[in-house]
């Protein structure tokens, strides 16, 4: 079957493609370098939605390489151009359409349609170009690698290959390519590292760096450099000089590192990026034809995967569901928010602060129980804005507007009298928190909405004492705040739709992403990280050793161990939310006495790091008093996960969120679960578990799974 042929059968299962064109148009090219045929890659849409390639969209660039191609071959053009649309160049596969697939047939076909039309641009009678313009992303990026020569704007900040991140191989010539291009080592770092570093892009410069692009152009006129650079590349008067890449013993220590790295990341869990390593080993000795059928083959058995399938669910829960809240009111009743007032000034309010000032541009003000604190919450706000302008992220009149409009106080009625947005982020305790709330009540205006950050406790209980509790909504940030993108908002049980859209419209202004849970103890994240985490603490206190404990969900690929969460949450924090839920569910959340031993000892931490390898200190190992239950990985590992489909369950029986993607994605954001557990619900259907705790699966078959 040709692939003119493929590209119409793959069409027609996928109706609803955003179709690309590739429009061919002629020009001069400067100095007299003669006639030039550049083909643009545009959608007919804003830069809002990028162009991506689908089956038709594919078919297009074919039909323009044979109207160039034809050109070469007559003479008519010395060389052939490609670039995109204004703030885009393209974005890789229209990945809608492989959700589709579902035989392996259809899956290799993408790849060998992607190799067969890409390759010709390789193949012309004379030069291709690619002018990396704007966002280029996947095959994208592809396309490029197989011109004969690139250029990349300096305005670019969304350049890389993100496939293993979703839990594919770049596979339209990207482990092939680019490796050939600029060596192995580096070809690691784009294509695993910065795909597992949470899919960390390339800037223009950095393009240029790695050698990845020839020339780099200031954007302003960047299509009018290119061409003009490209005239003296043709006309002999400019050589364009490579470094030959090191195909010796670097390029396996190259790929021995990519390997390492992927462990430590997904410890074996998913295995994108070990095909893409595989192929990159494969093709040091230069042979691009083997490495494109390797290349194939990746992606017809990832594409078959359940890994992929979960990756790109999980992209779709962020990049579409976050955006979109369910629950949400309506965005009309949300009221302005002209001055943000936040109680507390420690490193969790002080994070705040920074956040709402650089995010919603008006003033905020903190306060606390004294100048002292107050000062300090401001000063590291300061500090923090000081770092910002010598990374180059903001400059110094930026510095200095934001400076201006983060200001402390003692006095709440004064420093609050005018603010739209109070959020109180004091200590976890229900009589600390009505406390302020009725202090704040008394001195707000009637519209402002009060808002907590409470991690676990009752937002209804917190605002039953106030006259009007219709204005109290649960607000709870991840740490670091400046990191995690999720949000969760609370509706407790008199929370009104405009003080809930305020608090939305809020969070879409802080580019989070809100999710709308049931005012239910510790809410999601917590109370999921709690209850597993509790498993594992409960085999340690049983008897299990701890190492043994802690490492029995690395097959997994979470992002670190529950011993190491612990650490960074903090165990008196840990505790007191684990008390919380056992007030609440006794019969499932246990207090582990070692955890409270630890507590009360003072300590922070369970682990001594310094030897590079955590091992339990002896101070800690001290304090435990165990069982003679000693369970191994798989066992603890069976346990958690039992747990964790258990409390799921009955979240959704709650009404705690609208859906399991809800609590997938507050996972995917607020806890850094990865991808390729698409959060957890999609690993529990696939690995039986909601099936034997639940009786039934979590999401619907085909979704987050191959259709059936």
Request: charged residues 20%; proline residues 5%.
């Amino acid at each position: 079957m040709s692939t003119a042929e493929q590209l119409r059968g793959a069409a027609d299962g996928f109706p609803d493609e955003v179709v690309t064109q590739a429009l061919v148009r002629h020009l001069d090219l400067p100095q007299g370098a003669g006639r030039f045929a550049l083909i643009t890659l545009d959608n007919g849409f804003d830069h809002k939605k990028p162009t991506t390639f689908g089956p038709r969209s594919l078919a297009n660039l074919d039909a323009a390489i044979d109207q160039v191609a034809a050109e070469a071959d007559a003479g008519e053009i010395v060389g052939v151009g490609i670039t995109g649309k204004p703030f885009v160049f393209a974005v890789g596969a229209d990945l809608k359409g492989v959700e589709v697939i579902a035989e392996r047939g259809q899956a290799l076909g993408i790849g060998v349609g992607g190799h067969a039309i890409f390759r010709r641009l390789a193949d012309l009678a004379v030069p291709s170009f690619a002018y990396y313009n704007g966002a280029a992303l996947g095959g994208g990026v592809e396309v490029g690698l197989h011109c004969t020569y690139r250029t990349v704007s300096e305005s670019i900040g969304a350049f890389g290959l993100p496939e293993v991140f979703l839990g594919l191989v770049p596979g339209w010539g990207g482990c092939t390519l680019l490796p050939n291009l600029i060596g192995a080592d580096r070809a690691v770092t784009v294509i695993v590292e910065n795909a597992l570093n949470q899919n960390r892009m390339l800037s223009g410069p950095k393009v240029y760096e790695l050698g990845i692009a020839d020339a780099l152009f200031e954007a302003a006129d960047f299509l009018e450099q290119s061409l003009r650079w490209t005239a003296s590349v043709l006309r002999g008067e400019l050589a364009v000089a490579r470094q030959e890449p090191d195909r010796g013993e670097a390029w396996d220590q190259a790929v021995a590192r990519g390997r390492q790295f992927a462990d430590e990341k997904v410890h074996g869990a998913a295995p994108a990026a070990y095909r893409a390593l595989d192929i990159i080993a494969q093709v040091r000795d230069g042979d691009l034809s083997a490495g494109f059928a390797a290349e194939d083959e990746a992606l017809a058995d990832l594409i078959m995967g359940e890994e992929l399938r979960s990756g790109l669910y999980a992209f779709n829960l962020v990049q579409r569901r976050a955006k979109r809240p369910v629950g949400a009111p309506d965005k009309a009743l949300a009221r302005p928010v002209t001055k943000v007032g936040i109680v507390g000034a420690g490193l969790m309010a002080s994070q705040l602060a920074l956040l709402f000032a650089r995010r919603l541009q008006v003033p905020v003000v903190l306060t606390d129980v004294d100048q002292e604190r107050v000062d300090k919450g401001v000063g590291w706000v300061h500090e923090q804005l000081d770092m910002l302008l010598l990374k180059g992220r903001l400059n110094q009149d930026q510095v200095n507007r934001l400076k201006a409009n983060v200001t402390g106080a003692l006095d709440k009625a004064a420093a609050f009298a005018d603010a739209d947005f109070v959020i109180e982020a004091v200590f976890e305790d229900m009589g600390v928190k009505q406390e302020v709330f009725a202090e704040l009540e008394a001195v707000v205006p009637e519209h402002a909405v009060l808002a907590t950050n409470t991690s676990s406790l009752s937002v209804t209980e917190m605002a039953s004492r106030l006259n009007h509790p219709e204005r109290v909504v649960g607000f709870h940030f991840f740490n670091p705040v400046a990191v995690l993108p999720l949000l969760e908002i609370v509706r407790a049980e008199r929370t009104d739709d405009a003080s809930l859209a305020t608090a939305f419209a809020v969070a879409k202004q802080l580019r989070k992403s809100a999710v709308l849970v049931k005012d239910a103890p510790a809410f999601v994240v917590n109370r999921i990280l709690t209850r597993f985490m509790g498993e594992v603490l409960a085999s340690i206190d049983e008897g299990t050793p701890v190492e043994v404990a802690d490492g029995a969900l690395a097959p997994l690929g979470l992002p670190m161990s529950p011993i190491v969460l612990l650490e960074l949450v903090g165990p008196a924090v840990a505790h007191h939310v684990t008390g919380t839920l056992h007030a609440a569910f006794p019969e499932r959340f246990g207090v582990s006495e070692n955890l409270g031993r630890v507590v009360a000892a003072g300590r922070r931490t369970f682990y001594d790091h310094q030897s590079g390898k955590p091992e339990l200190d002896p101070e800690v190992a001290a304090l435990f008093q165990v069982g003679d239950r000693v369970l191994g990985e798989e066992q603890v590992r069976a346990r958690a996960l039992d747990a964790i489909a258990e409390e799921i369950g009955l979240m959704l029986d709650e009404g705690v969120v609208a859906e399991a993607q809800d609590i997938d994605l507050c996972l995917l954001t607020g806890a850094g679960w990865p991808f390729h557990l698409g959060g957890i619900t999609p690993y529990l259907d696939r690995a039986g578990v909601s099936q034997r705790v639940l009786g039934r699966r979590l999401l619907a078959p085909g979704v987050a799974s191959v259709p059936e």
